[in-house]
């Protein structure tokens, strides 16, 4: 075994399976292509899993790379143990279809034992129980010590349904010195004696739904070889992070701080993760990922705050992370050259994540101390949410810090309270978006911003003005929402009765979204943005995207709203006018003079009127001229509208003309479909009408079809037939409702025959009480109306009825009973109560509602107890 650097073991082992006919593919980005499903890539395969699952064909079936990859699930354990990463390299070669346990094998051992180097008597393979093709080619194809081989149960690779194998993993003693002593350590101990350096996975089978592991017809191998755990080894050192990938980041942070590394083991941990996130951070920004309080953005953030509060601990209060960018690039360079051409952009983007952090680290750390000292006092282990959320919120402490900071600590931090104050703030700036998305304007006059331009097809802009809460500023964060001008912009601004365009602006610091597009008085075109993820500044270059899907559903409204116009007045009269209107990506809204509402019939003519418009395919004519020229013309003008000496004019040649300063389609057949769906009466002598186009109106559309489809389904009949099949219906329910209050007339004409039969006296007053037969409230109510005109001097009824899955109660006294002292409301409470409800009235009527119905004698025996109680 020879001494090998990190760039050395990369090399040998890409060239190695390019010389047994792999493909040598370059690292892929930390970004996954067209995977939503993966946050970052984390494993070597990650690129591969379209060829793996057989989505996409590979460009060879045999493929080598060394991928870097991210991942933070153990993050905790950074720097605590000798082989944690949040940033690691992953040697991998991959079959798709084309060798499999036989050559992965053979391949790995000979790379180990002979390019390597390695001492075969240190090395250990570990196999799936069942897999005996495994062990008969490490037992037969390679001299491994058969002793060295260990059956694991846990050797089998899958997650859930689809490809799934057994894995087979090769370890290195590194010795009992390295190792915890125990008379039972072996592959798999926690210790750091045994080293896994290498995994090769076998797919063989497709697991199914019901777990069933059918065999597959192309099997894969997919391998991981850890460059860092290598580089340990070949260099002889105790941990990944004395290996030359590392250990000069380490060096540089120690001098930084004024520290020796080896000398203090909790100085020693946040040296080590310094080093890791610094490669971290360097690689995502190279890879375009930049700060943010969502996804990627977050995790670089989280990893970048967590390095500086570790450099805090080590007395470092300077800026410190682009020297460390620096040194990164040098450990990379030859390799990964984008580190060495990026480097300056990467290194303003770390610094100025940096400085915003450090302005409140001081702060929020005072903060967090002092309530971690109060809770001590109070002998308390929980952070209250809220406070764990201002830390956040204020001073840019991701929650993960907090709860590690309290865990150093023996403490944690209430992640529910947490969360639910996060929520109210996300539901706070989302309708704080929704409700006005107008902001105040600060006085622009002294701001230089220079000449502006308009072009629909501008693709590139510079920031010449940022402005925040009506104050003028230099830059945006991530989070911020504010007011951009572009020296030149392809949004249209609203007005004339139609929203703004909406879209994103994208710079190499920074993405924004564009929530709306309004003009100043002056006309000068502004977006309203929220910032993404990392920030804007003045004098940055942006990448323009302007939404064209809701852009172009807007024009097809604006237009439509022209034909309708021109369309009202050919149906309904020259009368009609222009009371205003409003478009969106969504519907158009146009109201106009009119003193009665537009028949049916006139609206089906419009409507018919303007698809058939539509389906004349025109293009729609945009010119410039006099105001004059344009009215004697016969363009259409905006009653009460200020229009300049120059107008523009929309035209749709031989059916429409007006004065419009909207986005219009370029040519009418692009509206697809126009769809009036309301017309209604606003304000005296102003009706609206609503209507949908293009994708919306055909939406509609469908939803009508399916809808009337569903009530021909339950109706048993076809179309045609349909309204006929109702009116039946209709005739058979009012038939069956008049022979149903028949029945129930009877009904409760026989319950009140039997009542009366039951019927007491109590001192001069008749009392009746007991179950009826009632299908609703009113059926109870009518029948204690009946028993109750009955009585010929002072009476009282008190009646019960299950209705559904409750009890009802109703109590009716006549005026004698009422006199006697008699109260139905009080009756009817106690009633209720014994049945499990509650309720009340009048002296003379009341009712209520329970749950028991098996407890209704015991309701009713308290009835006649009640009514004798009362009366006088």
């Not at 001494?3 to 493909?23: A, P, Q, T």
Request: charged fraction near 25%; aromatic fraction near 8%.
């Amino acid at each position: 075994m020879k001494y090998m650097s990190g760039k050395e073991i990369r090399r040998k082992y890409l060239d190695f399976f390019v010389k047994n006919g792999h493909l040598e593919l370059p690292s892929a980005s930390l970004i996954p292509k067209d995977d939503p499903s993966l946050l970052m890539i984390g494993a070597g395969m990650a690129p591969f899993k379209a060829y793996f699952t057989g989505k996409m064909k590979p460009p060879c079936t045999r493929i080598t790379t060394s991928q870097r990859c991210v991942r933070t699930g153990d993050i905790e354990n950074v720097g605590h143990t000798a082989r944690h990463h949040t940033f690691f390299e992953m040697l991998g070669n991959f079959s798709f279809g084309d060798y499999f346990k036989y050559d992965a094998i053979r391949w790995a051992w000979q790379f180990l034992t002979e390019e390597l180097d390695l001492p075969k008597d240190k090395l250990w393979a570990t196999i799936y129980p069942d897999d005996e093709e495994a062990y008969k080619i490490w037992t037969t194809e390679t001299d491994i010590n058969p002793d060295h081989i260990v059956k694991l149960d846990d050797n089998f690779w899958e997650i859930g349904s689809g490809p799934c194998g057994p894995d087979s993993e090769i370890f290195i003693d590194l010795g009992e010195e390295r190792g915890c002593g125990s008379p039972t350590c072996g592959v798999g101990c926690d210790c750091d004696r045994f080293l896994e350096i290498w995994n090769l996975v076998f797919t063989q089978f497709d697991r199914t739904e019901d777990g069933k592991y059918n065999p597959l017809v192309h099997k894969n191998i997919d391998t991981g070889c850890g460059l860092e755990r290598v580089a340990s080894v070949l260099q002889n050192k105790p941990s990944n992070f004395e290996t030359d990938l590392m250990f000069p980041i380490i060096e540089y942070a120690s001098k930084v701080a004024g520290v020796e590394y080896g000398k203090n083991k909790e100085t020693d941990v946040s040296l080590k993760v310094i080093a890791d996130h610094a490669r971290s951070i360097s690689f995502m920004v190279m890879d375009g990922i930049l700060p943010s309080n969502e996804g990627r953005g977050y995790v670089l953030r989280r990893l970048l705050r967590r390095a500086v509060r570790h450099a805090r601990t080590l007395g470092i209060q300077e800026k410190f992370l682009a020297g460390a960018v620096d040194v990164v690039a040098e450990i990379y360079s030859g390799v990964y050259d984008e580190l060495t051409n990026r480097k300056d952009y990467i290194k303003k983007v770390i610094t100025l994540e940096e400085e915003r952090f450090a302005t409140t680290l001081n702060q929020g750390m005072e903060l967090l101390n002092a309530e971690i000292e109060s809770l001590k006092a109070e002998n308390k282990t929980v952070l209250d949410g809220e406070v764990g959320f201002k830390l956040y919120d204020t001073y840019g402490f991701p929650w993960e810090l907090t709860d590690e900071i309290l865990h150093e600590n023996n403490m944690t931090l209430d992640k529910d309270s947490f969360d639910k104050a996060m929520e109210q703030q996300r539901t706070r700036a989302r309708n704080a978006r929704g409700e006005n998305k107008r902001m105040d304007i600060p006085d622009l006059r002294d701001s230089n911003i220079g000449e502006l331009k308009i072009d629909e097809n501008a693709r590139q802009a510079k920031i010449v003005c940022i402005w925040k809460n009506a104050q003028i500023t230099d830059a945006l964060e991530d989070g911020d929402e504010a007011g951009v001008i572009l020296d030149v912009t392809p949004f249209y601004a609203e007005g004339g009765g139609q929203e703004g365009d909406i879209g994103s602006l994208k710079s190499d610091m920074g993405s924004a979204t564009v929530i709306d597009t309004k003009k100043l008085p002056d006309g000068t075109v502004y977006n309203i943005v929220h910032v993404t993820e990392g920030s804007l500044h003045t004098g940055d270059a942006v990448e323009i995207t302007v939404d064209m899907t809701n852009k172009l559903a807007s024009a097809r409204n604006h237009t439509a709203t022209h034909l309708l116009q021109a369309a009202l007045k050919r149906v309904v009269g020259d009368h009609i006018n222009q009371a205003g209107s409003f478009v969106n990506a969504d519907h158009l809204r146009f109201d106009f003079s009119s003193f009665e509402p537009i028949t049916d019939e006139q609206l089906a003519e419009v409507e018919a009127m303007v698809n058939a418009e539509i389906l004349t395919g025109q293009d729609v004519n945009i010119s410039f001229m006099k105001q004059d020229e344009a009215k004697e013309m016969g363009a259409m003008a905006l009653f009460g509208e200020k229009y300049g000496d120059i107008v523009r004019v929309v035209t749709v040649p031989g059916f429409s003309m007006e004065l419009c300063g909207g986005s219009h389609v370029k040519n009418v057949g692009q509206i697809g479909m126009f769809k009036i769906v309301s017309e209604t009466g606003v304000a005296a002598g102003v009706r609206r009408i609503e209507a949908l186009t293009g994708k919306a109106a055909i939406d509609y559309m469908n939803n009508k079809a399916k809808l009337l489809a569903e009530a021909v389904s339950t109706l048993k009949t076809n179309e045609t037939n349909l309204l006929d099949k109702i009116n039946a219906v209709l005739t058979e329910n009012k038939e069956m409702k008049q022979e149903l209050t028949k029945v129930q007339a009877a009904r409760a004409k026989a319950d009140s025959q039997k009542l009366l039969m039951g019927l007491k006296e109590y001192n001069g007053v008749n009392v009746i009480v007991g179950k009826v037969q009632a299908a609703t409230m009113d059926e109870l109510r009518n029948s204690a109306d009946l028993i109750c005109s009955k009585y010929e001097k002072a009476g009282v009824v008190v009646l019960g009825a299950v209705i559904g899955d409750k009890v009802n109660f109703v109590v009716k006294a006549n005026k004698d009973a009422v006199a006697r002292g008699i109260h139905a409301g009080k009756i009817v409470k106690e009633v209720a109560q014994v049945a499990g409800g509650n309720g009340g009235g009048r002296p003379d009527m009341a009712q209520a509602g329970a749950k028991q119905a098996e407890k209704l004698p015991e309701a009713f025996d308290k009835a006649h107890q009640i009514i004798q109680a009362q009366i006088k």
